[in-house]
């Protein structure tokens, strides 16, 4: 099976609006199960597969994904382009609420977590080059969607992927700033160093939910304002993917 992109939707991306011709696919990996279903479906006539992150209902917190079944679940598809949906928070000035960004770098503060498909027995270790973390290719096409689509993308940005489920503190975010971060998520990885693993151009979209601890002025942090402006900022993700598609 051949498809045009595989999408990993995150935090109130659970289903992708305007697919046809859907398909739910049940996929056993060696790494386990997957978050869920993978759907596959038509956009804009070109094969497209999603994945809920998270899952449909939301029952995975995220240090609890099974990322490794994930990605090998879309590339045993046939995926070879995957767009990360990351709900995120924003750090530096240019990453408000409601942004939308596609960062160019990572720094991983996350532990634990099973973040190689290296890692089973026999299997053989490969040292991938990460200097790239994301596929620079397909991070200018995003750009570019954005543009087609007329919606405001932040082109670039160091995302810091934390471990979750809680909210970071002050301090945290404190040195992550230092660290030169602009966004603060807890998916970012290890998804996008299984897909280089695996070959697979990859790229984040990342959605700002708010300013994260201590940064934007705000005191604390609202859980209803987070959805509202998740809520907003997921509703432009289905154009800028469309466009994505038509540009190829």
């Not at 038509?42 to 995975?60: K, N």
């Not at 924003?90 to 609420?97: A, D, F, Q, S």
């Not at 030169?180 to 790229?203: F, H, K, Q, S």
Request: charged share 20%; net charge negative.
């Amino acid at each position: 099976m051949s498809l045009d992109l595989a999408i990993i939707g995150g935090t109130g991306l659970y289903t992708f609006p305007g697919l046809g011709d859907v398909e739910k696919r049940a996929v056993q990996t060696p790494f386990g199960e997957p978050s869920g279903h993978v759907v596959l479906g038509e956009l804009t006539g070109r094969r497209v597969a999603f994945l809920a992150r998270h899952g449909e209902a939301h029952t995975l917190a995220p240090h609890r994904v099974n990322y490794r079944a994930n990605v090998w679940a879309l590339h045993h598809l046939g995926a070879r382009r995957v767009l990360g949906v990351n709900a995120v928070g924003g750090i530096t000035e240019k990453m408000g609420p409601r942004v939308i960004a596609v960062p160019d770098q990572i720094i991983d503060y996350t532990h634990g977590r099973l973040d190689s498909f290296c890692d089973i027995e026999g299997a053989k270790v490969e040292h991938i080059d990460f200097t790239e973390p994301y596929s620079p290719a397909l991070r200018a096409e995003l750009i570019v969607a954005g543009k087609a689509a007329n919606i405001a993308v932040v082109d670039g940005g160091c995302y810091g992927a934390t471990q979750g489920p809680r909210l970071e503190t002050r301090a945290e975010i404190a040195r992550m700033r230092h660290d030169g971060c602009d966004l603060v998520g807890m998916t970012g990885m290890p998804e996008a160093a299984l897909a280089r693993e695996l070959g697979i151009e990859y790229a984040c979209l990342a959605l700002v939910a708010n300013w994260a601890a201590g940064c934007g002025g705000e005191a604390s942090i609202s859980l209803p304002e987070i959805y509202a402006n998740l809520e907003a900022a997921t509703a432009q993700v289905p154009p800028i993917v469309r466009a994505l598609l038509a540009g190829k």
